[in-house]
Nanobody
Framework: QVQLVESGGGLVQAGGSLRLSCAAS?????MGWFRQAPGKERTFVAA????????YYADSGKGRFTISRDNAKNTVYLQMNSLKPEDTAVYYC?????????????????WGQGTQVTVSS
């Protein structure tokens, strides 16, 4: 069983930045970040492969969000810049028992508990 522990959420003003972290136990996996706003479905934000670090982004985060990983620490990060009120959501880290990450939440095998990100206008 893989445990994923997220941290780094909080309240920030529009235009500000936050960095989310997700520490994973066990072996390395393809990792992804998803988010869920109240009353809405959980949607893809970004993903990274476990090997060479290829990355994928939702259009909403391109140019503002950066996903990265530190394999020595088995930790994945999501750097979020130029935050907007519409980025407000609970952000979830997910792990996939494959090499390549995907944009589909149903492809992921393990999930963290989520961390709240609130962007005020």
């Amino acid at each position: 069983q893989v445990q994923l522990v997220e941290s780094g959420g909080g309240l920030v003003q529009a235009g500000g930045s936050l960095r989310l972290s997700c520490a994973a136990s066990g072996r390395r996996y393809a990792m992804g970040w998803f988010r869920q706003a109240p009353g809405k479905e959980r949607t893809f934000v970004a993903a990274i492969t476990w090997s060479e670090g290829s990355t994928y982004y939702a259009d909403s985060g391109k140019g503002r969000f950066t996903i990265s990983r530190d394999n020595a620490k088995n930790t994945v990060y999501l750097q979020m810049n130029s935050l907007k009120p519409e980025d407000t959501a609970v952000y979830y880290c997910a792990a996939r028992n494959r090499v390549v990450g995907t944009t589909n939440r149903y492809d992921y095998d393990f999930w963290g508990q989520g961390t709240q990100v609130t962007v005020s206008s």
